[in-house]
Every structure is written in C-alpha cells, then in structure tokens.
C-alpha cells in the first residue's frame, strides 16, 4: 500500500505531470477546463486511506465546449493508450461502473493494456444538468435553490480548477452560497422546528423516557448546528461529514462543547444546562451579526414548569419577518428536504428537483 496521499494534492499532481502533457502534445490548441469537483471525500478535503477502497484515486473532470465535445471518445481513446497504469503508486485504472452498485468502479491492479481512468468528460452544462437538474443558473427561484441538494452546493463550491479556459469557476461562482431570503428561511426553518420540541426534552425524561429525551437532545442539537453553518455562510455536507465540518467551524468552542456535552450528558440535568446553554450561545451569536434586531435571548422557565427554554420561536418569528413581500412569505417555516438526515435518495436525485420545488409553490 503506497503512503496516503490526500486526494486533492494527488489529482492535482496527476492532472499537472500526466495528463496535461498529453493535451499539450495530442491536443495543443484544444480549449478546455479541468479540475475536481463533484463527488467524493476527497472534493472536501475529508479523505483518508479508507476513502481509496471504491472512486478515489488519481482523476478530474475535463469540461469541453459544445463545438469540442465531439472530441470526448478521441480523448478518451488517447487516454486509455498513454496513460501510466499506476501513479504515486495508485492505480489509475478502474473498473467498469458496476450497474449493482450505483455505477461505483474500483481500482485495478494492471500493468499491461488499456487504461480505464477516472477521467470525466462533459460540456460544463450537460454537467450542471446531470449533478444539478438544470445548467441555467442565471435564473434560479427562491424555490429552485430549497431543491438543491445542500450537499451538492458544497461539493460544487468546494471546487478547485487547474485550468478553466471555459470560465466553469464564473460559472459555479453563482451557486456559491444561498441567496438572502434563501438564506433567511433557511434560519427561520431551523430555530421554528428546534423550538418545536424545545421543551421536550425535559418533559419526556420527566415521565421516564430517557430514550425519548436523548433523541429529541440529537434532533435540536443537529438544528443548532445548521444554524453555524448558516450564521457562517457555509453549505453543510450530508450527515458523513456533518460532524466533522461543524468542528471546523469559525464559531466559538463555547457553542462546541456546550453541544458535545448536551449529547454526552449521563443525566437529565445536564443535558437539559448544556443543551439550554448552546441555545443561547447560538441566539447571542445570531445577536452579534445584526441580522435582526437583537432578540437577547434569556434562559428562563417554560410557562412556569420546571423546564428551561430560551424561547426559540421567538427567534424564528422575528426573522420570518423579514420574508414579509417575499415569494417565501407565508410558507411553513420546514427548511429544505436536504437538511433531514438519511433522505438522499431523494433529495440528492435531481429526478426529484421539479416535485420538491412543487412544496414552494
């Protein structure tokens, strides 16, 4: 087994010393763009040696214009026939995409014949079309964008060109991050259904449903944390990398461990102080950006109960308001289907996008 490479240094490397002087020499005036974007851990920056097993190993994407396109099988015939079968000690020949298995391929060990790289080729808007659902991005609705795959944003943001004679960088500039009342329902969404069950957490541990009480401490800890991304202007990948990305997170470690310890807390009692305390460590960070008037949240019994709250739903209230005389206005404050963990299939599948833009509408 060669010494791990992260993914992003070895396909920038393999693309710069391999492939690029084969363009060079076959295809001298050719215009193209190249880079890695799209799929995989490695797109993040999130890879290690278990992430090589299936689609991970020296490749990019080569994005042609429509007057080139026709070019693709000759390229990828050129390809095949100078690649080296091995880089860094990678292999760069893979298996057909195994119809089993979602299309996955997987590196082979081979020293002899044809080279089945991991080379995609596409015109930058057959590309858009096939990962995003549309290529036109110059006229995106406020319900076009909660049909995105959040993930997906972030893998495409992510990106990283090593020559981008096509503009694809300009291009996915645009998707970059939410727009404004994208984004202002998005934060709304999160504090209206963390408030939904902001005093449940005590009350089913109060009957003894201990089981009960941590899940729904996961389920508001999981919104406080999509309120960071969001507060920092940051896609969140699906749940994988969900962890990982919040802990790399500009926000302060008092929000952090407030969290950790809200979800690691043996008793009630201590979930309920830390789980509160990440609440308004979140509300005071909202505070501090001036997004709204400053709300000054305050921990503070429930109605008179022995429950502790900061009123989360005041929050939403007062920054649904600023969707008042938008195509949002009025519309159930239920984020996008993408922020709910495990529903990939459908809102990563763009065969969906048309039906989820629908619950905009």
Same mark, same amino acid.
Request: glycine content about 6%.
């Given at each position: 087994?060669?010494?791990? =490479?992260?993914?992003?240094?070895?396909?920038?490397?393999?693309?710069?010393?391999?492939?690029?002087?084969?363009?060079?020499?076959?295809?001298?005036?050719?215009?193209?763009?190249?880079?890695?974007?799209?799929?995989?851990?490695?797109?993040?920056?999130?890879? *290690?040696?278990?992430?090589?097993?299936?689609?991970?190993?020296?490749?990019?994407?080569?994005?042609?214009? *429509?007057? *080139?396109?026709?070019?693709?099988?000759?390229?990828? *015939?050129?390809?095949?026939?100078?690649?080296? %079968?091995?880089?860094? +000690?990678?292999?760069?020949?893979?298996?057909?995409?195994?119809?089993?298995?979602?299309?996955?391929?997987?590196?082979?060990?081979?020293?002899?014949?044809?080279?089945?790289?991991?080379?995609?080729?596409?015109?930058?808007?057959?590309? $858009?079309?096939?990962?995003? @659902?549309?290529?036109?991005?110059?006229? &995106?609705?406020?319900?076009?964008? $909660?049909?995105?795959?959040? %993930?997906?944003?972030? /893998?495409?943001?992510?990106?990283?060109?090593?020559?981008?004679?096509?503009?694809? @960088?300009?291009?996915?500039?645009?998707?970059?991050?939410?727009?404004?009342?994208?984004?202002?329902?998005?934060? /709304?969404?999160?504090?209206?259904?963390?408030?939904?069950?902001?005093?449940?957490?005590?009350?089913?541990?109060?009957?003894?449903?201990?089981?009960?009480?941590?899940?729904?401490?996961?389920? =508001? /800890?999981?919104?406080?944390?999509?309120?960071?991304?969001?507060?920092?202007?940051?896609?969140?990948?699906?749940?994988?990398?969900?962890?990982? /990305?919040?802990?790399?997170?500009?926000?302060?470690?008092?929000?952090?461990?407030?969290?950790?310890?809200?979800?690691?807390?043996?008793? =009630?009692?201590?979930?309920?102080?830390?789980?509160?305390?990440?609440?308004?460590?979140?509300?005071?960070?909202?505070?501090?950006?001036?997004?709204?008037?400053?709300?000054?949240?305050?921990?503070?019994?429930?109605?008179?109960?022995?429950?502790?709250?900061?009123?989360?739903?005041?929050?939403?209230?007062?920054?649904?308001?600023?969707?008042? +005389?938008?195509?949002?206005?009025? $519309?159930?404050?239920?984020?996008? &289907?993408?922020?709910?963990?495990?529903?990939?299939?459908?809102?990563?599948?763009?065969?969906?996008?048309?039906?989820?833009?629908?619950?905009?509408?």
């Amino acid at each position: 087994m060669p010494e791990f =490479i992260k993914g992003r240094d070895l396909c920038r490397d393999f693309y710069h010393e391999v492939a690029k002087p084969i363009l060079d020499d076959v295809f001298p005036t050719l215009r193209y763009s190249a880079g890695l974007l799209g799929y995989g851990s490695d797109v993040l920056g999130f890879d *290690d040696e278990t992430s090589t097993d299936h689609m991970w190993g020296p490749r990019f994407y080569l994005f042609l214009s *429509d007057a *080139d396109y026709a070019l693709k099988e000759r390229i990828l *015939d050129v390809f095949s026939r100078t690649l080296p %079968h091995k880089y860094k +000690g990678y292999s760069v020949h893979f298996s057909l995409p195994d119809p089993n298995d979602n299309g996955v391929q997987h590196a082979e060990d081979t020293e002899e014949g044809p080279v089945n790289s991991l080379i995609f080729i596409y015109t930058p808007e057959g590309y $858009l079309q096939e990962y995003m @659902g549309t290529f036109d991005l110059d006229h &995106l609705t406020v319900s076009d964008w $909660l049909s995105f795959s959040e %993930h997906r944003l972030l /893998a495409l943001s992510r990106a990283e060109f090593y020559r981008d004679d096509l503009h694809c @960088g300009d291009l996915l500039a645009k998707l970059r991050s939410y727009p404004e009342t994208v984004w202002t329902y998005l934060v /709304a969404s999160n504090w209206s259904l963390l408030a939904e069950e902001q005093a449940f957490v005590k009350r089913t541990a109060a009957v003894g449903d201990e089981l009960g009480s941590i899940l729904i401490c996961g389920r =508001i /800890a999981e919104r406080l944390m999509r309120l960071c991304f969001l507060y920092c202007r940051q896609y969140a990948p699906y749940s994988k990398w969900f962890g990982t /990305a919040f802990n790399h997170l500009p926000v302060s470690d008092a929000i952090k461990r407030a969290i950790h310890g809200a979800l690691t807390a043996s008793n =009630i009692t201590e979930r309920e102080m830390q789980l509160v305390q990440a609440q308004k460590l979140v509300a005071d960070l909202h505070d501090t950006l001036g997004i709204t008037a400053p709300v000054h949240a305050e921990i503070q019994s429930y109605f008179g109960r022995d429950i502790r709250v900061i009123f989360a739903d005041r929050i939403a209230e007062v920054v649904a308001e600023k969707l008042t +005389g938008t195509a949002l206005d009025g $519309l159930p404050l239920i984020g996008a &289907l993408s922020q709910v963990a495990n529903f990939t299939a459908l809102s990563d599948d763009p065969v969906y996008r048309d039906k989820i833009r629908r619950l905009y509408e």
